[in-house]
């Protein structure tokens, strides 16, 4: 066993190592997770995860229409019922529409933004030992996403592109710790930021921090982002604030926002490249 | 002209490579082989496996690999898990080399004690460090159940190994 220290193999061994060492270190120095041997693992691993993923997806949904075949049929009575139902309140047709048209000039992106420029792509890899559901998309730098580019569904905003290669991109998610964007409540404008929390995240909420102890945040206020910084673009819807506490310091506020996206759901997102 | 000897090892290292592989892409496909939001982390048992049943050498060399590979599907620091898993691999192949019989219970035994290694540190250096105490329900909901969830797949994985160095084994 002595001798083993004395021999190429051992050498060797420690190349190795030394290698790994080199490509930890440069991955800190670039400000990413990323080492040239990621990307190189990423882009060639990228082709095979989306077919892979396509094929799971379209398996799974073949054997749901097989086994799920009971809970749709007492699904749809239900909704047979629920749609007598909805007849009857007609009535409050103008009022729902008049919301309705509220709600899509808030949340229609493309409508509110049309200047936006975005890259749509899919989710084709996720570990479960990955931080706070992050996620890799089926898009990259060949494709003119960046780092630090918001990524949104029609329903909000999911997180942040947090590593690219050429033919993909790791999102981190707004659970996520190492999340911040400046944010706005959209009724009492107070603006603050919301930054993830590891004790919410189990729970799939997240926070919105520094708030003025004065603030007039109330629950159900709509929480979009800012362009405060100059880093995101204004008015991506974030989530809705579920309760305002005082921070433990007493200096400020912050409010618990549920999330209007489920990052661990998400199977097709929207990747803003410029605004 | 290459060798029948040549060609074989060629041929080993290339399946056990393309296991590698396939692992990893099985381990990050969305819903397959889920529990809930539990996946098994296939790479490991894989890179083990090879450890066992060849060298110290090729051991660090594919723990390294799977390592990388792990570090990119669980968005950590490039050569986090490389670093582990390529000492983790070289002191698993001295101990069977040495001291512990190659069979598929002591190599499932091996597996659960590298992955409590390796979820430890990851939890350590990732979450404890940063976040304390609010973190430990990553570590009893998510890291741990996917550490036992992955000794499910040990047996076939190192049946599958097995097989490709028993098919391809070259006389020294």
């Known amino acids: ?222 929480v979009m982002s800012s362009d405060l910084g100059g880093t995101y673009p204004a008015d991506l819807l974030i989530g809705t604030v579920l309760e305002v506490q005082m921070e433990s310091s007493g200096i400020s506020k912050y409010a618990v926002v549920q999330p209007a996206v489920d990052p661990s759901e998400v199977t097709s997102v929207m990747v803003v490249k410029a605004y | 002209m290459p060798t029948k000897k040549g060609k074989e090892r060629f041929l080993k290292w290339l399946f056990y490579a393309l296991l590698l592989f396939f692992c990893y892409i099985v381990q990050t496909t969305p819903g397959l082989l889920a529990i809930g939001s539990i996946q098994p982390v296939l790479v490991v048992p894989v890179c083990l496996a090879v450890a066992v049943l060849e060298n110290e050498l090729a051991g660090a060399i594919f723990g390294a690999l799977a390592g990388l590979m792990w570090d990119l599907s669980a968005s950590r620091i490039s050569g986090f898990f490389g670093i582990i898993l390529c000492v983790l691999c070289v002191a698993v192949s001295f101990c069977f080399l040495f001291w512990i019989r190659q069979n598929t219970v002591n190599f499932t035994l091996a597996c659960a004690a590298a992955l409590l290694v390796a979820v430890g540190l990851d939890y350590l250096f990732n979450f404890l460090i940063f976040y304390q105490g609010g973190s430990l329900y990553l570590l009893l909901h998510t890291l741990l159940p996917m550490a036992g969830y992955t000794l499910v797949y040990c047996p076939p994985l190192f049946w599958l190994a097995r097989r490709i160095a028993r098919r391809y084994a070259v006389e020294e």
């Open chain 1, 1 to 222: 066993m002595r001798d083993f220290f004395k021999t190429t193999r051992f050498k060797v061994i420690l190349c190795v190592l030394a290698l790994l060492l080199g490509f930890m270190i440069q991955a800190a120095y670039s400000g990413t997770l990323s080492s040239v041997a990621s990307k190189a693992i990423g882009f060639v691993s990228t082709p095979f995860q989306a077919v892979s993923s396509a094929v799971t997806g379209w398996f799974g949904g073949f054997f749901d229409r097989l086994t799920l075949a009971d809970e749709l049929l007492e699904e749809n009575t239900q909704l047979q019922q629920q749609v007598r139902q909805l007849q009857g309140q007609l009535a409050d047709l103008d009022r729902y529409k008049s919301e309705n048209e509220t709600y899509r000039e808030m949340l229609q992106i493309q409508e509110e933004h049309p200047t936006f420029e975005m890259e749509a792509a899919s989710v084709i890899a996720r570990d479960s030992s990955s931080r706070f559901y992050s996620f890799k998309i089926d898009r990259g730098s060949d494709q003119g996403i960046a780092l630090q580019d918001p990524v949104i569904t029609q329903a909000g905003m999911v997180g942040i592109i947090s590593e690219v290669g050429p033919n993909y991109a790791v999102v981190t998610t707004l659970l996520d710790p190492a999340f911040k964007v400046g944010a706005t409540a959209t009724a009492s404008r107070d603006p603050g930021m919301v930054e993830g929390d590891v004790g919410l995240a189990q729970e799939g909420k997240t926070k919105l921090r520094y708030l003025a102890p004065t603030s007039e945040v109330k629950e159900g206020e709509l």
